[in-house]
């Protein structure tokens, strides 16, 4: 009787070596699409609104799509997760050149043309659990389509905040003091 031979589970050294936007989740380093115009640009002004905050307060850090927070593994197996766009107000690492240790406490999801359609649901869902299971403390689950915004809170993850054109969006106590208007992240 033969064994087969099993490979060993990926680490984030692993990751670290991987030369296309990737995960770690279960144990596996997992490619993950490039995101289309339209999120990245609305990722891109959401960031530059966090940042422009972020030095106004000097409080915090804002980032792009693909930044790196690492997380003991969650129940999903995921344990470093990149959202489109973060806040975090935490601690920095010692090497500036290393992903952040911990969740990011504002991360934002702007759906992509592979989020849409009957399972569409899922992907945002299980995206938000896993960062509120991190503790995140807030998530904007972001819609290129309806133009809206859902806001959801670590403290009450079923009941999200909708925000539309001719609003203010915030992110609450996660990032005090930031909005940004609706109608400019879909100009």
């Known amino acids: 009787m033969s064994s087969a031979t099993r490979k060993p589970a990926a680490t984030l050294s692993d990751l670290y070596q991987a030369k296309v936007k990737s ?3 279960a144990g596996r380093i997992v490619h993950l699409m490039p995101t289309d115009h339209r999120p990245n640009a609305i990722g891109g002004e959401i960031f530059v609104s966090l940042r422009q905050h972020a030095r106004a307060t000097g409080r915090g850090e804002a980032y792009t799509e693909n930044m790196g927070f690492t997380v003991p593994e969650l129940s999903s197996g995921r344990e470093p997760f990149s959202p489109d766009a973060s806040f975090y107000d935490g601690p920095l690492p010692d090497d500036d050149m290393a992903f952040v240790a911990g969740p990011p ?38 819609d290129p389509r309806a133009r809206c915004i859902c806001s959801y809170q670590g ?12 609003q203010v969006a915030d992110a609450g106590p996660a990032v005090p003091g930031w909005q940004v208007k609706v109608d400019d992240l879909f100009a």
């Open 155 to 166: 403290g009450a993850p079923d009941r999200p905040v909708l925000f539309i054109e001719g």
């Open 23 to 25: 995960e770690l989740i």
């Open 105 to 142: 406490t504002f991360a934002v999801e702007v759906l992509s043309k592979s989020d849409y359609g009957d399972a569409a649901e899922a992907g945002p869902a299980a995206r938000r659990a896993d960062s509120f299971q991190a503790g995140t403390l807030a998530v904007w689950d972001l």
